[in-house]
C-alpha cells in the first residue's frame, strides 16, 4: 500500500493518549468504538470511534487489557492506529487503518 504521511491536527495528538487506561469494550459495525475505564490513567476521555475501520490486527484479549502504547500514523486521507496493550493473557495488539478519529467523554 502506498502511503502519504501528512501533519496530524494537534487536537488528535494531544486527545489520543491513554496510558494506563483498561479497555472495556469494543465494537467493531460500521465504525469501531472503543470505551475506556480511565481511572488508571491520565484522561478522562473514555471512548474511541474509528470511523470506517479496517481492521488489519485484532488480537483476541482486548477487552479488560490495559493500554501501554500507542502510534499515531497519517495515512493516505486518515489514520492508522496501534495499540500495544497487556493483560492476562499477555501481550495485545490492535491496528486500525481509519477515516477519522473521534475522541471523547461519555
Given at each position: 500500500m502506498d502511503t502519504v504521511r501528512r501533519k496530524f491536527s494537534d487536537d488528535i495528538k494531544d486527545q489520543f493518549l491513554f496510558h494506563d487506561c483498561t479497555v472495556t469494550g469494543i465494537?467493531?459495525?460500521e465504525?469501531?468504538?472503543i470505551r475506556l475505564?480511565?481511572?488508571g490513567g491520565f484522561t478522562n476521555l473514555n471512548q474511541i470511534t474509528l470511523i470506517k475501520p479496517e481492521i488489519v490486527r485484532q488480537d483476541e484479549h482486548i477487552v479488560g487489557s490495559s493500554w501501554?502504547?500507542?502510534e499515531l500514523y497519517r495515512v493516505n486521507d486518515g489514520y492508522e492506529v496501534h495499540v500495544f496493550l497487556s493483560g492476562a493473557a499477555?501481550?495485545?495488539e490492535l491496528?486500525?487503518?481509519?477515516g477519522d478519529i473521534v475522541v471523547e467523554e461519555r
Open positions: 465494537n467493531a459495525s465504525d469501531m468504538v475505564d480511565t481511572q501501554l502504547y500507542e499477555g501481550m495485545q491496528i486500525v487503518r481509519c
